[in-house]
T-cell receptor, first 112, second 114 residues
């Protein structure tokens, strides 16, 4: 089955700086890569996703890049704000097989 | 609230007891998923439904676990003879199905087995 690895496990950044989280996946057939944000005690919230026919996608301060050859994808958060503090999970899914395989998560702390 | 809902939000039970959780997906979403999340880990897939059909079950889902979605709307997850290792957050998610990959999660049911 699909194996997703996520790095780093924790990330502390100064407010206004950028944060980057990287994930690798094992199955080259995976074609859907969502990112979720989970605040303490709350549900995972979909923040951005990318499909394998696209190399990059941006939504305001967040962007995701995908390198299919290397089988890795990354989340970039620019101009970080305290409300960006949360656990972020990457995930991967096979085409026509919609179950998600998640990474272990990255705890992001934005220092004011 | 038109999002995914789950009930109960918290459940404390003694080892050996049976528990049942309910998930109500977003209206008209025909795919429904169950995941389990333990502390410090990402969600792990358990099973999913396309309408009322259960399409796949993870090896994590022992024979003590059973899930149903009788009318293609809400779903239930039952755990029989609970064990301490079953303590976790049980998350439900739904997606539109055809043409829509996005999965939207419910708030989860936190199970504690004492």
């Amino acid at each position: 089955g699909e194996n997703v690895e996520q790095h780093p496990s924790t990330l502390s950044v100064q407010e206004g700086d950028s944060a980057v989280i990287k994930c690798t996946y094992s199955d080259s057939a995976s074609n859907y890569f969502p990112w979720y944000k989970q605040e303490l005690g709350k549900r995972p919230q979909l923040i951005i996703d990318i499909r394998s026919n696209v190399g990059e996608k941006k939504d305001q301060r967040i962007a995701v890049t995908l390198n299919k050859t290397a089988k890795h994808f990354s989340l970039h958060i620019t101009e970080t704000q305290p409300e960006d503090s949360a656990v972020y999970f990457c995930a991967a899914s096979l085409y026509n097989d919609y179950k998600l395989s998640f990474g272990a998560g990255t705890t992001v702390t934005v220092r004011a | 609230d038109t999002g995914v809902s789950q009930d109960p939000r918290h459940k404390i039970t003694k080892r050996g007891q049976n528990v049942t959780f309910r998930c109500d997906p977003i209206s008209e979403h025909n795919r429904l998923y169950w995941y389990r999340q333990t502390l410090g880990q990402g969600p792990e897939f358990l099973t999913y439904f396309q309408n009322e059909a259960q399409l796949e079950k993870s090896r994590l889902l022992s024979d003590r676990f059973s899930a149903e979605r009788p009318k293609g709307s809400f779903s239930t997850l039952e755990i029989q003879r609970t064990e301490q290792g079953d303590s976790a957050m049980y998350l439900c998610a739904s997606s539109p199905g055809t043409g829509g990959y996005e999965q939207y999660f419910g708030p989860g049911t936190r199970l504690t087995v004492t």
